[in-house]
């Protein structure tokens, strides 16, 4: 199974910028679905990203237009561009590796990101 670490989280104004990093242990090259799930206090989980082996990125409504994620292959870290910051999306934010043809999935501890009005 792999390990997964996030940083990049932290305090930002509204409409302030913010770029997550989740590193992976192994590789995921070709193997790993990989995405983002986000987690507000008193709020279920839920998907803000995720992008295919092949780097075709999926995106959640709220995150269109505003959200970019990619992967580096190369350096097993998939990160999460988030621009137009808003109040709302204050989050732990999860990232999340899934073994292809399959529901196996390895989840980070978790990142901060509080936007302030």
């Known amino acids: 199974q792999v390990q997964l670490v996030e940083s990049g989280g932290g305090l930002v104004q509204a409409g302030g910028s913010l770029r997550l990093s989740c590193a992976a242990s192994?590789?995921?090259?070709?193997?790993?679905?990989m995405g983002w799930y986000r987690q507000a206090p008193g709020n279920q989980r839920e998907l803000v990203a995720w992008?295919?082996?092949?780097?075709?990125?999926n995106y959640a409504d709220f995150a269109k237009g505003r959200f970019t994620i990619s992967r580096d292959n190369a350096k097993n870290t998939v990160y999460l561009e988030m621009n137009s910051l808003k109040p709302e999306d204050t989050a732990i934010y999860y990232c999340?590796?899934?073994?292809?043809?399959?529901?196996?999935?390895?989840w980070g501890q978790g990142t901060q990101v509080t936007v302030s009005s």
């Open positions: 999340y590796a899934r073994l292809v043809h399959t529901e196996t999935r390895s």
């Open positions: 192994r590789s995921i090259l070709s193997i790993y679905v």
């Open positions: 992008i295919s082996t092949d780097g075709n990125p």
